[in-house]
């Protein structure tokens, strides 16, 4: 049986449409999920949407549909599974927190905790922000306003369910020491470390004034607190409750993808609730920032939230999750600015790769009627050693990087050789050999370049007169020994991949 390779998305909610925000979560975990894939791994993608949040009951008042939450949830959620099929995401399942199985494996955890003696009943009192769905101390504050939303947090007292979370505050700071890498990158893991020891208090688990979301098991007085039923998503997608077979081949997740403004969810009440339950934790959980559009915050009250479906329209999936994924470093905060979008398709992607190819091709058509030559000698494993360490370390700014500078390259080196000079000079052999590493260069590139740009790099196999299938069916290992593209077949050059736009 393969390796198996299991990550995740945080899952939406579906009071609006998805954001560029959104898609660029979804478009990191794609890539990482084609480069496993690529290594011959059997790997699971789940991504989906959040729908027993307060939020959504609001959107779907407004949209005037409270008395229809579930048809408007429907609508929201083919929306949302719709615009990831058209951004080209790969993910295997697509949960809804609605979903009965999702209900079944909410029902299986809480009764584990539960006879764990780690849910109680108390009065909560203190700082909430309806907009987060968070509870908050004086100290979490700024200005005594929500850090994200900058309103002032309600003041509420209720009889809830609490999960003893500070119970788990030694194991928790035990198991991020043991396993630095649980948490990335470093700055995050400082950063929950200090929230874990100083902040971390138990949470309210539950609430008697909601009229949406799944009643506590054994007391349908109550809902679940959205956060408690949204993270147990992460198990039912791989057969919590439903399917142990599935569950016990899948779980622990390797990869946990979110966003920084959830990092405490994932890295401290998350973990706690599976030690609970007595399952194992997640193997990393990664957080990447966040970005402003053109230098500002995105909100719909600016106006200026970017929509990835026409942004798309306008350039193409592959040239958006490039841009994102190569100007916002994975982990940093960004900025993601349409002239800069602009200028990478200009540079990098026209002029440099798409020049590349257009060139090759065109020489070769010219000089050796579009047929691959005979084999020369090349060199490409250090750039595969460098790139597949980068990808092992979920270092996909650096991937690309490490791509352009084999791209870079070869565009030096037909500088250097001259090719049509060879030809006139009738040097054929040195030529045929150019022709030939610019070629098998090009088959390499498209490998390296398909779990970020998959459409790109399918167009370049094919120009290569290779058939996609079969390229894939091959292991990577194979695939990236010098010498795979063979002597005497057919090349076409055919359409730019990156036509000049106006
Ligand atoms: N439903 C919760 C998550 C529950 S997971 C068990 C939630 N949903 S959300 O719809 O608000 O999406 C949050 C995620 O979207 C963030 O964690 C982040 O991954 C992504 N982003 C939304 N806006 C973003 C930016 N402006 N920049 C980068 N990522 C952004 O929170």
Redesign the pocket.
């Known amino acids: 049986m393969p390796t198996k390779f299991y990550l995740t998305t945080?899952?939406?909610?579906v009071n609006g449409k998805p954001?560029i925000?959104?898609a660029?979560?979804t478009f990191v975990a794609d890539t990482i999920a084609r480069y496993q894939r690529m290594l011959g791994k059997e790997v699971e993608f789940l991504t989906g949407t959040?729908e027993n949040?307060q939020k959504n009951v609001e959107a779907a008042a407004a949209a005037g549909r409270e008395d229809d939450i579930q048809g408007y949830l429907d609508e929201m959620a083919a929306l949302w599974q719709r615009t990831f099929d058209s951004l080209g995401i790969t993910n295997t399942r697509f949960i809804r927190t609605t979903e009965a199985d999702h209900h079944k494996a909410v029902e299986a955890f809480w009764k584990r905790v539960e006879a764990k003696g780690d849910i109680y009943k108390g009065t909560y009192e203190g700082l909430y922000c309806g907009k987060c769905e968070a509870f908050y101390t004086e100290n979490d504050l700024e200005g005594g306003l929500c850090p994200f939303h900058k309103t002032k947090p309600d003041h509420i007292k209720e009889d809830n369910y609490f999960f003893a979370l500070t119970k788990y505050r030694d194991a928790l700071l035990e198991h991020i020491e043991k396993n630095p890498e649980f948490v990335q990158p470093k700055e995050r893991r400082n950063e929950i470390v200090s929230y874990i020891k100083n902040f971390m208090t138990d949470v309210s688990v539950s609430r008697q004034t909601m009229k949406w979301g799944i009643p506590v098991p054994g007391d349908e007085t109550h809902r679940l607190y959205v956060w408690f039923d949204?993270?147990i998503?992460y198990i039912t997608g791989v057969g919590f409750a439903t399917d142990e077979k599935k569950f016990d081949r899948f779980w622990p997740a390797d990869l946990q993808l979110?966003?920084k403004?959830?990092l405490k969810f994932h890295c401290a009440l998350w973990p706690a609730m599976l030690m609970s339950a007595g399952l194992p934790l997640p193997k990393v959980v990664l957080a990447?920032g966040?970005?402003t559009v053109d230098g500002q915050k995105?909100s719909k009250s600016l106006g200026n939230v970017v929509d990835p479906v026409e942004l798309s329209e306008q350039y193409s999936p592959d040239i958006i999750r490039y841009y994102a994924i190569r100007d916002i470093r994975l982990g940093d905060d960004g900025d993601f600015s349409h002239d800069r979008l602009r200028a990478r398709y200009e540079t990098d992607l026209a002029n440099e790769l798409g020049n590349l190819v257009h060139r090759v091709l065109t020489m070769t058509e010219k000089y050796t009627d579009a047929k691959v030559p005979e084999k020369a000698q090349g060199e490409i494993l250090g750039a595969w050693q460098e790139y597949q360490q980068a990808m092992t370390d979920y270092r996909l700014t650096d991937a690309l990087d490490i791509i352009w500078a084999v791209i870079r390259r070869t565009n030096q080196f037909i500088e250097q050789q001259q090719p049509w000079a060879l030809a006139k000079l009738e040097e054929k052999k040195m030529l045929h050999d150019t022709l030939y590493v610019l070629l098998e260069t090009l088959r390499h590139i498209a490998w390296m370049l398909w779990p970020f740009m998959p459409d790109t790099a399918e167009k370049m196999f094919t120009k290569l007169g290779l058939e996609v299938p079969k390229e894939f069916s091959q292991s990577v290992e194979s695939a990236w020994v010098w010498g795979e593209l063979k002597p005497g077949s057919g090349v076409e050059k055919g359409e730019p991949l990156f036509p000049r736009k106006e």
Do not use: E, R
């Not at 945080?10 to 909610?13: A, D, G, S, V």
């Open positions: 945080p899952i939406y909610y954001s925000g959104h660029y979560t959040d949040s949204a993270l998503n979110v966003g403004d959830i990447h966040f970005f995105m």
